[in-house]
């Protein structure tokens, strides 16, 4: 789970990567909010104390309130005085020296530290040292996000309950492939978006398909390089109502020549999504990736 980390001369940072799960069901997002209870910010607070210096985690998606993850990652820059070292000979964990202390804290052990810290619904499951740039938001290459959705006619399993949407009417799966396929591509998807100042909503959508899961539940999932606010709870509202017959298969599509949010379009609920995954380049293409990202946010 912990790589060998690399040791810092010269005054540098030491950036290590965070991979999270969390239950978003009682958390106001992911972001930092005063007098809210979010994953940056219990997240934040158990790693400042366990290494005793203020820690600032960088995410790669910031979920909305109730949202899940399985495949969330972070980084956070550690200061130079706590330096990292590879254990020798193995390699297999590392050290972390802190200030005014001879005797360092093994780094592997940082994972159960924090699992004995945190509260029950959010887990650090991997972290590891990376290069100083890995950038887990602009780096990223895509992200991966699942929707569930149970049109039984009795409903969510009780133990799925918190993260499958129960739907009150028979969904068409076919009907909503259809019009999935045909918001594939990039786009300016401001119809589905809540805008955010000087950002852009111009998003490559690389996978947006629904299958029927063996338990019955339907499943989205959905890809793209990025995501901007409530984009992807609004595409899969979009293709509820497609699926149970209030919207022809070409509606979704025809929404992509809009400037502004459709009113038309409801948001899904936030606790049938889930963040499973985010990809990034290899190492000596991280640098590059970020610069590229930036850019195109920019447009």
């Known amino acids: 789970m912990i790589e060998p980390a690399v040791p810092v001369t010269g005054g540098g940072l030491n950036r290590v990567r965070l991979d999270i799960a969390y239950d978003g069901t009682g958390f106001a997002g992911w972001a930092s909010q005063p007098g809210l209870r979010t994953v940056q910010g219990v997240l934040g607070d158990a790693l400042s104390l ?15 309130a109730g949202v899940h993850a399985t495949g969330q990652v972070a980084h956070a820059d550690l200061p130079p005085d706590l330096a990292l070292t590879p254990v020798a ?9 802190p200030p005014g202390s001879s005797a360092p804290v093994d780094l592997g052990g940082l994972v159960r530290r924090l699992a004995r810290l945190l509260p029950p619904d959010v887990r650090v499951l991997a972290i590891r040292s990376v290069p100083p740039e890995f ?15 149970a ?20 969904l068409d799966e ?10 594939l591509g990039e786009h300016d998807f401001i119809a589905f978006c809540r805008r955010r100042e000087g950002a852009s909503t111009v998003r490559r959508l690389q996978e947006l398909a629904w299958r029927r899961e063996p338990d019955g539940v339907l499943s989205a999932q959905v890809s793209a390089d990025a995501f901007c606010h409530n984009m992807v709870r609004s595409l899969v509202g979009a293709l509820l109502a497609v699926g149970d017959g209030r919207r022809p298969a070409g509606w979704p599509a ?7 949010r459709s009113s038309e379009v409801t948001v899904a609920p936030a606790h049938g999504l889930t963040l499973i995954g985010v990809d990034y380049p290899p190492d000596d293409q991280l640098a590059a990736r970020t610069a590229l990202t930036r850019a195109f946010r920019a447009r």
């Open 254 to 260: 025809t929404l992509l020549a809009s400037d502004r």
């Open 89 to 97: 000979p193995t390699g297999s964990s590392a050290l972390l020296a």
């Open 135 to 149: 950038d887990a938001r602009f780096g990223a290459l895509r992200r991966h996000y699942v929707y569930r959705v």
């Open 174 to 183: 076919g009907a909503m492939n259809d019009a999935a396929r045909r918001l």
């Open 50 to 64: 366990v290494l005793r210096s203020p820690v600032m985690l960088t995410v790669a998606g910031r979920t909305d």
């Open 151 to 170: 049109d039984q006619p009795w409903g969510v399993q009780p133990l799925r309950r918190f993260d499958t949407l129960a739907w009150p009417r028979p």
